[in-house]
């Protein structure tokens, strides 16, 4: 069964030091990865996404995730964390193909920044 | 990115009454959409997946009856919370996606959410 696996949840880093979100996944296929941002008593928002390609996405906020489907991971990292990072992370698998895709999600980490 | 709009994004309702949510792709044709349930500093757990014109298809140990789904447009779907009670206050998420329009690639946009108070 697919799965996603936030072994983190929480993490307390400083203003302007680096972040490193760890996730694993279970999956028979070739995944689909995202990563999401959530603020408190708010939906979701999309950080970046890998389907193929290059193994290292970048995406919004200074983000980025690299895949290695070696180690089942898809960690999530940021060079300089800003005060304004501090939300909860989710990282997602997306599994099963047309009508019967759908989003797999981690427990979560929260990121707590410290000033 | 695409916009999903889901109201009301908070609802206090007694115990024994029914409520709806709704859930909007405002700017593109949602072929599918999903609703969440998240329980306070919890994970999102998917509760159902609807195809417009479809049937829904729920999770396992989601009650079907409890939670209606109807997704009767490109645009729309509800969840309808029959005959809540305190133990069904959460937070509510629905997305959407359109994969047949905009690739098999494409990401699903997420609501808002609906905060839920049964009392």
């Known amino acids: 069964a697919q799965s996603v696996t936030q072994p983190d949840i929480h993490i307390t880093v400083s203003e302007g030091a680096s972040l490193e979100l760890r996730c694993n996944y279970s999956?028979?296929?070739?995944?689909?990865l995202f990563w999401y941002v959530q603020s408190p008593g708010q939906g979701l928002q999309l950080l970046l996404k890998y389907f193929s390609g290059d193994t290292l996405v970048q995406g919004i906020k200074g983000f980025e995730a690299e895949f290695k489907r070696s180690q089942s991971s898809f960690n999530l990292r940021k060079p300089s964390v800003h005060w304004s990072d501090a939300a909860e992370y989710f990282c997602a698998v997306g599994a099963g193909v047309d009508s019967s895709y759908k989003l797999i999600f981690g427990s979560g980490t929260r990121l707590l920044v410290r000033p | 990115g695409a916009v999903v709009s889901q109201h009301p994004s908070r609802v206090i309702c007694k115990s024994g009454t029914s409520v709806k949510i709704e859930c909007r792709s405002l700017d593109f044709q949602a072929t599918t959409m999903f609703w969440y349930r998240q329980f306070p500093k919890k994970s999102l757990m998917l509760m159902a997946t609807?195809?417009?014109?479809?049937?829904?298809?729920?999770e396992q140990g989601v009650e079907k009856d409890k939670f209606l789904i109807n997704h009767a447009s490109l645009t729309l779907s509800t969840l309808t919370v029959t005959s809540a009670h305190p133990e069904d206050s959460s937070f509510y998420i629905c997305s959407a996606r359109d994969p047949y329009r905009q690739g098999i690639d494409t990401e699903a946009f997420f609501g808002q959410g609906t905060r839920l108070t049964v009392v």
């Open positions: 999956y028979g296929a070739t995944p689909y």
């Open positions: 609807s195809n417009e014109g479809s049937k829904a298809t729920y």
